[in-house]
């Protein structure tokens, strides 16, 4: 992609549309590495070169999403996702600007969602780590504590 052009939105697409384009992979970019605040969060650098793809657009049911206070390196609001994806769970940090800004002023706790569509991508290396992230999310059906949204 060249980052010098802008970007220019062509149109909108129906949630029909976008469910036709549903990425369907057998993992994640493979499972077993987790940080401290993470739950299947990176692939090591060291194993990078397997898989051909750096994003994913997946449906998945039961999401959960918690926002929460960090202190370090300054104390903030985040938002970090737990989801299940063909049988493995993962908790991964949410970058998705829209949806943050959107609900970020939320009280801290657990919401849920009862079917969203994310876009996982993978972040850039990073001490020899490439980070799952949650750069999107598509709400299809609340779940609880989500009234007025």
Known sequence: MDVSVPLKKKGTLSLEEVLQIVDYPESLWGL????????NNFVPASEIQQFNSSLYLVDVNKFQLQIIEESYPYKRKTMVGFFSYKGANYKLKVTDPEFERKFIDRPLGDYEIERTLLTISLGENFKESYYKLIAGIIPIEYGKKWSNQ
């Open 32 to 39: 077993g590495s987790s940080s401290k605040s993470g739950l």
